[in-house]
């Protein structure tokens, strides 16, 4: 089985278990609030009123609605109409609704979410959206797919595409806080040959899992990359 196979395979594999994530609303990864580093380091972009911002794997992202009051036009993809309904519902947002090829399109003013697999968008859907906001898409997904995730992206985007990518990634052993302040290789590997990469800002956090008790307190880099696509 070739590394493409193996992709879609493990592709194929990870759509029911996120579905099943949230038809059990085990969704306890959503945040309650918008992002602090979307809010602190957005405008640093420079972007113009009005201008789309797509936002893969969005779920049920309250950054949406702030990326749309600031008065972009927001286009998210989800896969779970769950969560798709969930982000209308909770947030009292009037919408309409229409099939969009493979997809089916949930609108509500200047914010939009197509619900379906991010892996079936083409250019076609995001004509106008050059922007990419990705706080938790790529790190959501398994490590055995994300090569497959950033090609898909570097496909469906403009040849001038921006990203505005958030991480968390954990200390490696023994790794100082000199040496986190660098791009990690797994960032490196994925976005290199497509994209120039600036780590803007980087905040270590000393913090251990809830969900286990008496887990070990670990290190955390809280960072926020700035990628511009190169051209082809």
């Known amino acids: 089985m070739n590394e493409s ?26 945040q309650t609030e918008v992002n602090p580093l979307l809010a602190k380091f957005w405008i640093n972009l420079e972007l113009e009123y009005g201008c789309g911002v797509f936002v893969p794997l969005c779920g049920k992202s ?20 769950v969560a798709v309904a969930a982000f209308f519902r909770e947030n009292q947002l009037k919408f309409t609704k229409q099939r969009c090829g493979q997809f089916t399109l949930w609108q509500s003013g200047r914010l939009g979410i197509l619900c379906g697999d ?21 790190t959501a997904l398994p490590e055995t797919i994300r090569r497959l995730y950033v090609a898909q992206l570097r496909k469906i985007m403009p040849h001038k595409a921006r990203v505005f990518l958030l991480t968390v990634e954990d200390a490696a052993e023994h790794e100082t806080l000199a040496q986190a302040i660098e791009v990690s290789a797994e960032i490196k590997a994925l976005y290199q040959n ?5 780590l803007a800002y980087v905040e270590s956090v000393f913090e251990s899992d809830v969900t286990a008790e008496n887990s070990p307190v670990k290190r955390a880099e809280y960072k926020v990359y700035r990628l511009s696509a190169e051209s082809p």
């Open 5 to 30: 196979t193996q992709a879609n395979y493990a592709v194929n594999q990870d759509n029911p278990l996120w579905l099943q994530f949230w038809q059990d609303q085990r969704v306890d990864f959503h």
């Open 62 to 81: 309250l950054d949406m609605l702030w990326l749309a009051q600031q008065g972009h036009a927001v286009l998210g993809v989800e896969l779970s109409p």
């Open 118 to 138: 991010y892996f079936a968008l083409n250019k076609k859907h995001l004509i106008g959206f050059e922007t990419v906001y990705d706080r938790s898409a790529l």
């Open 194 to 198: 497509d994209f120039s990469i600036e």
